[in-house]
C-alpha cells in the first residue's frame, strides 16, 4: 500500500502521452465491461447443463468451478487489488488463502443449507469489495481517518461475500440434490484451480510490470481505474435491485 499516492505534489512527473492514452483506454475497458460478466452470473448453456444432469459428476463440475473463477472478472479485480503492493510469495499465498478460506465457506454451507441472498444485494457488495481494495491501495484510509484497517480481516470477510454470490447463483439454478455434496466439493475444487490458474497469469503481468520505472508512477491511476469498475457494478446492481 502507497498512502503517497493520494499526494500529488509527491507523484513522479507526468507519463508520455502514450502511456496516459493506455490508462486512459484500460479505464474505458473496465467501465464497459459487461455487468453480467462482472457480476456473479453463470452463462446459460452452463445453467441449463447445471439443470438437467444428476447424480456425481466430478468432472463436469470441477471445469465449471474453474471456469467460473478465470472468467469471473469481480474475483479477478478483487485478487488483483489484494496482491497489488505484495511481492513476498509467503504473503501472497496468506492472502489468496484467506480469500479462498471465505469464498469456499459460503459458497458450500450457503448452498447445502439453501441460505440464498438477492443477487442484487450481494452482487453490489462484491462491488463494494473492489472499491474498497482500490481505496485501501491507494492509502485512503489512513490519509481521511487516521487507521488502517485489518487487511487480513477485510479479505475474509469479502470472501465470504464472494462465496455467497456464487451460491445465491446455484441455488437460483436449482442444482439436483442426487449427488449435491460431491458435485459441490469438485465446484470447490475447480474454483481453486481456476483461482491458480488467475493468480498466476496476474502474478507473471506484475513481475514485469514491476520491473518498470513507470510502475509507481502508473499504481494510482490503475487503482483508480478498478475503483471505477466497482463503481459501475455497485450502480448497476444497485439499480437493479430497486426497478427491475
Given at each position: 500500500?502507497?498512502p503517497s499516492?493520494l499526494?500529488?505534489?509527491?507523484?513522479?512527473?507526468?507519463a508520455?502521452r502514450?502511456?496516459r492514452?493506455?490508462?486512459?483506454?484500460l479505464t474505458?475497458g473496465l467501465l464497459g465491461l459487461?455487468t453480467d460478466?462482472l457480476?456473479h452470473a453463470?452463462?446459460q448453456?452452463?445453467k441449463g447443463y447445471i439443470q438437467?444432469?444428476s447424480?456425481v459428476?466430478?468432472?463436469?463440475?470441477?471445469?465449471?468451478?474453474a471456469k467460473?473463477m478465470?472468467t469471473?472478472?469481480?474475483?479477478?479485480?478483487?485478487l488483483?487489488?489484494v496482491?497489488?503492493f505484495?511481492y513476498?510469495?509467503q504473503?501472497?499465498?496468506?492472502?489468496v488463502?484467506?480469500?479462498?478460506?471465505?469464498h469456499?465457506?459460503t459458497m458450500?454451507?450457503?448452498?447445502?443449507f439453501?441460505?440464498?441472498i438477492?443477487?442484487?444485494?450481494?452482487d453490489?457488495?462484491?462491488g463494494?469489495?473492489?472499491?474498497?481494495?482500490?481505496?485501501d491501495?491507494?492509502?485512503?484510509y489512513?490519509?481521511?481517518f487516521?487507521?488502517?484497517?485489518n487487511?487480513?480481516a477485510?479479505t475474509?470477510?469479502f470472501?465470504?461475500?464472494?462465496?455467497?454470490g456464487?451460491?445465491?447463483?446455484?441455488?437460483e439454478?436449482d442444482?439436483?440434490?442426487?449427488?449435491l455434496?460431491?458435485?459441490?466439493?469438485?465446484?470447490?475444487v475447480?474454483?481453486?484451480?481456476?483461482?491458480?490458474?488467475?493468480l498466476?497469469?496476474?502474478l507473471i503481468v506484475?513481475?514485469?510490470?514491476r520491473?518498470?520505472?513507470?510502475?509507481f508512477r502508473?499504481?494510482y491511476?490503475?487503482?483508480?481505474a478498478?475503483?471505477?469498475a466497482?463503481?459501475?457494478?455497485?450502480g448497476?446492481q444497485?439499480?437493479?435491485y430497486f426497478?427491475?
Open positions: 500500500m502507497l499516492l499526494d500529488g505534489s509527491r507523484r513522479a512527473p507526468a508520455p502514450a502511456s492514452l493506455f490508462w486512459i483506454f474505458l459487461s460478466v457480476a453463470v452463462a448453456g452452463d438437467e444432469i447424480g459428476n466430478l468432472i463436469a463440475f470441477i471445469y465449471l468451478g467460473h478465470v469471473g472478472y469481480d474475483h479477478l479485480l478483487f488483483l487489488g496482491i497489488f505484495l513476498r510469495m504473503h501472497i499465498a496468506i492472502y488463502s484467506l480469500f479462498a478460506l471465505g469456499s465457506t458450500l454451507l450457503g448452498v447445502y439453501n441460505v440464498g438477492n443477487s442484487y444485494i450481494i453490489a457488495i462484491i463494494l469489495s473492489v472499491v474498497y481494495k482500490a481505496l491501495n491507494l492509502g485512503a489512513q490519509r481521511w487516521g487507521f488502517q484497517p487487511t487480513k477485510a475474509l470477510v470472501g465470504f461475500f464472494h462465496g455467497f456464487l451460491s445465491t447463483k446455484i441455488i439454478y442444482i439436483s440434490p442426487d449427488g455434496i460431491p458435485n459441490l466439493l469438485a465446484f470447490n475447480g474454483v481453486e484451480i481456476g483461482q491458480l490458474i488467475a498466476a497469469m496476474i506484475m513481475s514485469f510490470w520491473k518498470t520505472d513507470g510502475f502508473h499504481a491511476t490503475a487503482n483508480v478498478m475503483m471505477s466497482g463503481f459501475l457494478l455497485i448497476y444497485l439499480t437493479g426497478f427491475a
